[in-house]
């Protein structure tokens, strides 16, 4: 029955008299439902949020097995397991708890990932991007990810959602592309990448030294408490394949805790990533997943990374960065496919988007041997040690060797806060050097009131300028000579020398 | 769906979270209106649907359930809330706001008066009433399904509702000059 404007009552109450309850019935029925109509449902949002609850509850529900053997289980059992888990210190339920270890996770993740390249010519995934760092916000950036089986063809490139090719990095069997950048995704859309001889570049690749160095990259904003101590400036790479490369190494597990060491990274301290398999989840899409949490060694326990996996794939469906605690950014796995040659034109791993210019890359240069770069202060202007405070007027003098590549930069991005983890950009301009060794002079201005009170220490490094190590800046610790630089802001003035 | 169809993946919804899944997909939508229509609050509907919900599953899960239609049963749980919400203020609807009338439009005026008085006159009515009332008129329940959730026949249903009618059309009249006036043309 189609919905009246108005109701007859006088016909409706002949009907109802007449014993005809169905028909008034339905008219008032379709009278309401047309005050109140059916396309006042729920959200979207509140019913995938509930739904994603009660999936996460379900397991913590439990079934009739469960009662059914708990009507067996001695008091003292549960007192002993309460005792238990009271005494590690878990507040999670332990039926939450995946069954697997990290190592087994990662490892199995690493294993599917063999699998599948290996059950076809070339894999692609695409992942979705949400960024959400220091107020800026980049919802939908494309993440796509072609790779050949044997390793030769990949392209990985980056477009945010109005259409901008944020990063590209591709490489055939003879020759790489790749886009020169310093924040990917706050950064400006791609104009040139270079071209480069594919050899010296697969070297420096399988580096530990140097896949070392992208790792710590690509992991983004989890690893800036150690670029701060090791003077690296401040990153937003956000590749993937650079995390995918640590799956099913050599992981060390103690308990729940495993451990992966890197190794020293370009002459400092061992690099040692600890995973761990904290709980399970499901996700809005339905799929049960481990989740792993990745924290570097010695950093503070709130920048860590979350990844989540297929409990039955084994499949990396999703990483959540986190930095102080909060999200910076997450990404995750939108398609994955398994193609073969002829789906790809012919040409697919030698073109190169519209509109982006190929510079080309000077050949020879002796990548790799970064052990050998050296950056340090000779003398600074206010000296060591000062009290400042008002606007600095500073000048240094910094030495190098440079042996890892034919030009590079020198570069002093921040003033790092002893004891802090935060860092006060600076604007100073990068110091274009060729190999070998010489000093240069930097000056630059900075307002100290801005500045909090403690020390204030400044670390120059090598910052790349031909795009092969992007986003990297090395040799800033472990230098052996030069002077250590800090300034103090609000202390205490030392007694004067009697 | 049938009915046997149903039942089997609510017994498969015991111990599989992807089924459960389904089952919540099927009616969330159905359970969230009854809860608005009810309050008239979507807040609340939605905090009503999200403990409806969750009790069916610690429910379903530890229990099982065997009933004969599962939608009856998820409205008589988001009923308890419901009331559990309303104890205090001793009824069972809440009058919307008012609707929006474009003024030049007098049918559309008298609609909505009209409406107002319809839901007036609901509430007037006892709880028993609107409740049988509402489930056939405000949520599209059979005979069959409102006996269920009533947990009488569907022939005991059926007086219910004849009773229920005839004290809606005694407080329709009690409100007088409406539904006199524009219906009798007095």
Known sequence: MEPENRIDFQAWNQKLDSGDRSEPLLELAARIREVVPEDEGPTNDFQEHLRMRLLNQFSHVPGRRVVSRRRFIVWGVAVFVVLVVAFVGLWRSPLSLPDVSAAEILELAGQHLSERLAAGDLVYDRWILDWHKGGFQEKGVVAELWRSADGSHMRYQMVDDRGNLLYFDQRDDGIVWRSSYIRVVEGKEVGFVYQAPYLPTTESLQDQQLLAQLLMRDLGNFWVYIDQLAGFERSDCAQLFCVLSTLGRGWNCSGERCTLNLGPVLGGDDFVVEAQAEKMEWLPNGRKVYQVRLHLTGAPENYYQILKFDTETYDLLEIEDYSRGKLQYSIRLDDREILAWSNLPADFFKSIPDGVEVRQWPEGSPLGNYEEDRVWIISASPPPDSNISGVVNAELEIGYRLTSVEQAAIYVGSLFWAGHDTGEPLEVEKIPVTAGEGSIRVSFSFDSDRLGEGEWVIVPCFADVIGIAPNTCWAGAGTPNGIYLKWCVGCTPASPTP | ?186
């Open chain 2, 1 to 186: 769906m049938s009915s046997s169809d149903e039942a089997s993946l609510i017994e498969q919804a015991r111990d599989d979270p992807l089924a459960f899944a389904e089952l919540y997909n099927r009616f969330v939508k159905q359970v969230f209106l009854f809860t608005l229509r009810r309050t008239g609050d979507r807040a609340l509907a939605e905090d009503i649907t999200s403990a409806t919900f969750e009790k069916a599953l610690r429910h379903l899960r530890q229990n099982g359930w065997s009933g004969k239609i599962y939608l009856a049963w998820l409205y008589r749980i988001a009923h308890q809330q419901i009331i559990q919400n309303h104890r205090r203020e001793n009824r069972y609807f809440s009058l919307p706001p008012d609707q929006p009338a474009e003024a030049d439009i007098e049918a559309q005026v008298q609609s909505s008066m009209q409406w107002q008085a319809i839901l007036r006159a609901f509430q007037k009515l006892s709880m028993s009433d609107q409740e049988v009332l509402a489930l056939r008129l405000f949520d599209s329940l059979s005979n069959t399904e409102t006996a269920e959730y009533l947990n009488c026949s569907p022939q005991n249903v059926s007086v219910r509702l004849y009773r229920a009618l005839k004290h809606l059309r005694q407080k329709l009249e009690a409100l007088g000059e409406y539904y006199g006036g524009v219906n009798h043309g007095t």
